[in-house]
């Protein structure tokens, strides 16, 4: 048999120590429970004697032989310093205890309607009782019995039975089940639960198929039923009260599941996955039937072919494949991969025990006995296995770099221009002045789409009115073939902006010139935040003398009441004065903010009363607030609200109409929002409305910075300003503050209605 080859990249490895054909090996374990004896049961082919071979051990050729005369085993099975074999001899057959020295303590005829020349299969189903055992022969089932003095007996308990399984456990109670077999008649299996009385129970009818499979769980059974046409099994689990209680299919046949019967009541199949050629290990948890639960799904290697069966042993799941060995934990995890030919020495599926670090696999055709040993440096092998995977692959990958570095320097930076961030443009010309390439936003500049082909000239894509200044300065890269910067102005919609481009000729290494990189950034709205920092601390000097034109009007004494009034005009032309001077000033510097917890029912009063509503008495004004706590820089937050109030005020153009300033909040944002009936706007002039300066209202004194100031607020509470408006039908401007407090009131939580001011 060929050498195995052990993979040590997994915590365990298995290697071949013994192989013995011809026959079935049984462990046993001695009087001393540290010691095993090994029997190997080897049928009589007419020219040998022997039977049966025993020794000490379990590894090692120091077999003692002894005979049973001209018999053929059947089957065996170890039991308690011994073991029972079935046998025939001419058209007899017996059971026998055989023990650790060969000697056969007790034999007894079991009989039947046996005919010497016809074949008689027998297998042995497990311990029923204390001293009772399962056996089938021929469909016939019998409870062998051992009593004290080792004296064997044998009842026949029905006849065509398929299967039978041992629920037997020393702790059940007397009222349990001890087995359960299924009787056959007509095409149908019929299962039944046979208690310690020996009194059977019938518990469900099923239709027969090519396989039949029993399963221990708990006092409950596990029916598999299978054909060897279709790679798939019913599942019944079946209760000796209530019948089948649980019914569902498993993508594999019988012999490639298995079913644990403790504290986890896992089932295990091996799964044919959707590619065709390669296995997984499916690991489900039947605790609670009403939520069936996947615990684990395990890959195994695609060199395994050809499952022969799956186990549960001693703690641990083994799957045997024609070419190869795979074991894993009972929760899935992979723990060896060994590559054994076993498809040349079982071409059935053996009987498998797992004791002292030996692994044994008996079947009558030859047995086989793996050790397990630990891999100490497992994970380490690992590392270095996947490592040269990657390796070669990566040392060709960075010799490639090293050759695409040094040859094609200028198509690296080429490819890190184009991808500059979308806020500037990128167009790749040729020698000759064809376009090559250009980002998407310098397709937008142009006005091209992604079906418009390039290696066109540059000018064949300067149509628009717009692109005429990019086409000039084009013209002079090319002209020039050297490194560049200029600003020019592009006129588009109306809007005038400002932009830097920059030329960046392509050489070869010879230095003949091979074309250009040419890449625009937009500047319009940097230079407009310098020149509002420069109008702002101009307007921070001018609060000074305002303020002092202010003080100096309140404290002229007047007597005429001409002159009074003059003076309040004064006094309150001086103070809009004032408050455009700290709009300039909020705008034009990065200020810091100073938050407190506020009651957002008093931010929206105190925005409205701000407004004396004698002045306006076209409009109404309306606040629909609750309380809500809000962590907030109050006077800049009122000073927002202000402005968007008096967009909606200017809106209306003397016309009657309703200003509403209401709140709410959810876990993110405090709301508060400022909506009029007024005009609205179109979807144009809404899109333009957060654009620096911009302002529908120049003709009543508008400048655009009120947008501004609601925008810079929200940035520095880390907000966001939301703008709602449709034609004919009114604008709302909602602020969205953090919501960092718990919101709850100040004062008692209930929506407060207030009519500042009604329509006359």
Not at 225 to 236: C, D, P, R
Not at 271 to 277: C, K, Q
Not at 456 to 479: G, Q
């Amino acid at each position: 048999m060929s050498d195995i080859l052990s993979d040590d990249t997994y915590p365990y490895s298995f290697k071949r120590v013994d192989y013995q054909q011809g026959g079935e090996i049984l462990i046993v374990r001695g009087v001393d429970q540290n010691t095993q004896y090994s029997f190997f049961i080897k049928p009589n082919w007419a020219e040998e004697s022997e039977a049966v071979y025993i020794k000490r051990g379990i590894i090692g050729d120091n077999f003692i032989g002894s005979t049973l005369g001209n018999a053929y085993i059947l089957s065996a099975m170890p039991i308690k310093h011994s073991i029972l074999a079935c046998w025939k001899e001419g058209d007899k057959v017996y059971v026998s205890v055989v023990d650790t020295i060969g000697a056969v303590r007790s034999i007894t005829e079991v009989f039947g309607e046996w005919n010497k020349f016809e074949p008689i299969q027998a297998k042995w189903y497990g311990q029923c009782g204390q001293n009772d055992y399962l056996l089938i022969i021929n469909k016939n089932l019998f409870v062998v019995s051992i009593d004290k003095g080792n004296k064997v007996s044998s009842n026949l308990f029905s006849d065509n039975v398929e299967k039978a399984v041992s629920l037997y456990s020393s702790k059940q109670p007397s009222n349990s089940p001890s087995f359960a077999y299924v009787y056959s008649k007509e095409g149908y299996g019929f299962l039944y639960f046979v208690k310690k009385t020996k009194s059977d129970k019938f518990a469900t009818q099923f239709l027969l198929t090519d396989d039949i499979y029993l399963f221990p769980f708990s006092s409950r059974v596990i029916l598999l039923t299978s054909s060897k046409s279709y790679n798939i099994s019913l599942l019944n689990i079946i209760d000796p009260e209530k019948g089948s209680i649980y019914e569902s299919l498993i993508e594999a046949s019988g012999d490639r599941i298995v079913i644990t019967d403790n504290d986890k009541k896992y089932i295990y199949n091996l799964e044919l996955n959707r590619n065709g050629s390669d296995y997984s290990l499916v690991v489900n948890d039947y605790s609670n039937l009403k939520n069936i639960v996947n615990v684990n799904r395990t890959g195994i290697s695609k060199d395994l072919i050809e499952p022969i069966g799956l186990w549960f042993e001693n703690g641990q799941i083994i799957a045997m494949f024609r070419n190869g060995l795979a074991t894993f934990d009972l929760d899935g995890t992979l723990n060896s991969v060994d590559y054994i030919p076993f498809g040349e020495a079982f071409n059935i599926k053996p009987n498998t025990v797992f004791i002292n670090e030996n692994l044994v696999f008996s079947s009558a055709v030859g047995s086989m006995i793996l050790e397990r040993t630990k891999n100490e440096l497992w994970f380490f092998n690992r590392f270095l296995q996947n490592s040269s995977y990657y390796l070669i692959p990566t040392i060709l990958v960075m010799i490639a770099f090293v050759f695409i570095k040094m040859y094609n320097n200028q198509r690296r930076v080429l490819k890190a221009l184009i991808n500059l961030p979308s806020t500037g443009v990128v167009f790749v010309l040729n020698q000759n002045g064809r376009l090559k390439s250009a980002n998407s936003y310098g397709k937008q500049l142009l006005g091209i789409t992604d079906s418009v082909p390039f290696n066109k000239l540059f000018a064949e894509y300067c149509i628009l009115e717009h692109t005429k200044s990019i086409k000039e300065l084009v013209d002079k890269a090319i002209e020039l073939k050297d490194f560049f910067t200029q600003k020019i102005n592009i006129i588009k919609n109306n809007d005038l902006n400002e932009w830097i481009y920059t030329s960046y000729p392509l050489r070869s290494f010879s230095g003949r010139f091979k074309g250009l990189v040419i890449t625009g950034i937009d500047i319009t709205e940097q230079l407009e935040r310098q020149r509002l920092s420069n109008w702002a601390q101009l307007a921070h000097d001018m609060q000074t003398n305002l303020s002092t034109i202010r003080l100096n009007a309140e404290q002229l004494e007047l007597e005429k009441e001409v002159n009074q009034d003059r003076r309040k005009k004064i006094i309150h032309q001086v103070g809009l004065l004032i408050q455009r001077v700290r709009d300039v000033v909020t705008v034009g510097r990065n200020e810091s903010i100073y938050k407190a917890t506020v009651d957002c029912y008093d931010l929206c009063y105190d925005a409205i009363n701000e407004f004396d509503a004698t002045l306006y008495p076209n409009i109404n004004f309306l606040v629909q607030a609750e309380h809500y706590n809000v962590s907030c820089d109050k006077p800049k937050i009122l000073r927002a609200l202000r402005n968007a109030i008096e967009n909606s005020i200017k809106s209306f153009q003397q016309s009657n109409g309703t200003i509403t300033i209401s709140n709410s909040s959810d876990s993110k944002f405090v709301y508060i929002s400022v909506k009029d009936n007024g005009p609205g706007m179109d979807a144009h002039t809404k899109s333009k409305f957060t654009q620096p300066y911009f302002t529908t209202s120049k003709k009543n004194g508008g400048y655009g910075i009120g947008t501004m100031i609601m925008q810079h607020v929200m940035e520095l509470h880390g907000g966001e300003l939301k703008i709602e408006s449709e034609k004919g039908k009114g604008t709302e401007i909602v602020f969205c503050i953090p919501n960092y407090l718990p919101n709850k009131t100040i004062k008692a939580i209930s929506q407060k209605k207030n009519v500042i001011h009604s329509e006359n």
